[in-house]
Every structure is written in structure tokens, then in C-alpha cells.
């Protein structure tokens, strides 16, 4: 038997990077999962895949910045599967690196759509079918930032202070409602956001150490999904306000004792691709 037997599952931005991982987590423990993401190719894509090694999916493109589509992809998920029991709000973007006047506001914009209002109408679609059931697990995604100020990434960093914010009031406000309300952080995981990102001409130097950093702290998207699956599982039945964390103490240990047996025994250094591409500043 799986820890997710019976339950359903909306994941958004769930057709690449943690969100698939995810996915195919809460899939293999015996939940039903709606996929979505902004493409349908990418959506038809993962449920394919899903459907293929694990069991039940169904997929909508939705861009979680547009109220409309949020409500459509909740109405879709209760006709396909009759209900849902889990709604993980992981869709997520970043702006470029680099100071925050030196890209557009329309750039800033976008992070604060998707990161900001994508949570709260995902939040929104969540609440409107667990309050009257009296159950249901909501988490939103934090991430780098939620904890203090991150120059340089401040348009993300500050989006995901907001989350963890809204989130614990939400939390709060709901607390007697029978639905749990949890803030989770995936701690530093390797995918696209993480290895693939635009850097502002002249500041590619303060990211120097970053791939040592990705190398020694880094995780492939399997280690949070493991905790995720523990967040929508029994473990957290009659809990709500936590802010579950997949990044500890005893992961930045694990990886410095690693880098330093790598030293040690003179291994090299594995390699992980990191593309960054540099950009104009906005005049």
C-alpha cells in the first residue's frame, strides 16, 4: 500500500524540475495527480509519463498568473477524479540576476504574478473545495529568500518572504477548519531555475563559487519529493502552520563531509553543467 492511496493531488508547474519529482512521488505512492503547467504539450507530456511507471494522471495547461485558468484547473481535477484531497502550489520564476534596477519592471512583474499571485489564486482554488469538506492539505513553495533579504535575486527572494508570510496568516485565520496549511522549502535542488538563468553584464563574478556551492549543497529533485510526500501523507493529519523543510543542518553536513573525502582522497570534482547567460542592463 502506498502512504497516498485514494488521494488526488493538483501539482502546478509540475511537468519539469520538482514539480514532476513531485509528481511521480505522490504517483508511486498511490495518488491520483493532476499535472499542470503553462504548455499542454508539456502537460500531455508528463501525464503520458506518469500513466506509463506509475499509475493515475490527468493534466491541464494553466498559467497560475490568470485567475480564470486556476479556477478551471480545480473544476478540472474534481470533474476527472470526482475530488481532491492535496493542492501543491510549486509553480515558480525568477527575474535575472543581477541589481533589481537593472531589469524591467515588466520582468519583476512577472515574478510577482506567477510567485505572488499564482500562490494566492492557487490558495484561493484550494480553499473553495476544502472548507466545506472540512479537510484537505494546501502547501505553498518557499524558497531562497523567505527567511531575509537576498541581493541580487530580489524580486524572487522577496516574493518567497511573501509566501511564507501569507501562508502561516492563512494558516492562522483556518486553523480551526480541519484543512492544514503548510509553507514548504525544497532547500537547494538541481533543475533548469537552478543551472539555467540570465546574469546582468558585470556581475558575473559575485556568482564565482556558485557552482562549488550547487556541487556541495545541491539535490536532485527525488530528496524533496520524498519529505513532500510525508507533508500530504497521515504523518500530518490535524497539523497545519508547519513550514516543512527538506534543507537541514544535517544536509549541509552530509555535503561538506563529502567535499571534504572528495579532497582528501584527490577525486575530482563532479562536474554540473551551469549556463549563464549575460544580459544588458535595462536603460
Not at 144 to 151: A, D, I, L, N, T
Not at 261 to 267: G, Y
Amino acid at each position: 500500500m502506498g502512504k497516498l492511496d485514494g488521494k488526488v493531488a493538483v501539482i502546478t508547474g509540475s511537468t519539469r524540475g520538482i514539480g514532476l519529482g513531485i509528481a511521480e512521488a505522490y504517483a508511486r505512492e498511490g495518488a491520483a495527480v493532476v499535472v499542470a503547467s503553462r504548455s499542454q504539450a508539456a502537460v500531455d507530456k508528463a501525464v503520458k509519463h506518469l500513466q506509463e511507471s506509475s499509475g493515475k494522471s490527468a493534466g491541464l495547461a494553466c498559467d497560475v498568473s490568470q485567475q480564470d485558468q486556476v479556477m478551471a484547473l480545480a473544476d478540472f481535477a474534481v470533474r476527472t477524479f470526482g475530488k481532491v484531497d492535496v493542492w501543491f502550489n510549486n509553480a515558480g520564476l525568477e527575474a535575472v540576476y543581477g541589481p533589481t534596477m537593472s531589469y524591467s519592471a515588466e520582468d519583476f512583474s512577472r515574478v510577482v504574478q506567477t510567485n505572488i499571485m499564482g500562490v494566492y489564486y492557487g490558495s484561493q482554488a484550494a480553499l473553495k473545495i476544502f472548507l466545506p469538506q472540512h479537510s484537505g492539505k494546501l502547501i505553498n513553495m518557499v524558497g531562497r529568500g523567505y527567511k531575509g533579504p537576498v541581493p541580487y535575486q530580489n524580486a524572487y527572494s522577496a516574493s518567497k518572504a511573501w509566501v511564507l508570510s501569507f501562508t502561516t496568516s492563512l494558516a492562522q485565520e483556518y486553523a480551526d477548519s480541519g484543512v492544514s496549511i503548510f509553507n514548504f522549502n525544497p532547500g537547494l535542488v538541481i533543475t533548469d531555475m537552478l543551472t539555467q538563468f540570465d546574469v546582468i553584464e558585470g556581475h558575473q563574478h559575485r556568482l564565482k563559487n556558485f557552482p562549488a556551492v550547487v556541487r556541495i549543497l545541491g539535490r536532485t529533485p527525488d530528496y524533496p519529493a520524498r519529505k513532500a510526500v510525508w507533508a500530504a501523507s497521515q504523518a500530518t493529519d490535524g497539523k497545519t502552520g508547519l513550514l516543512i523543510n527538506s534543507f537541514s543542518f544535517w544536509v549541509v553536513l552530509a555535503g561538506i563531509w563529502k567535499e571534504c573525502l572528495r579532497l582528501l582522497f584527490r577525486h575530482p570534482a563532479e562536474k554540473i553543467e551551469i549556463n549563464m547567460r549575460s544580459v544588458p542592463p535595462v536603460k
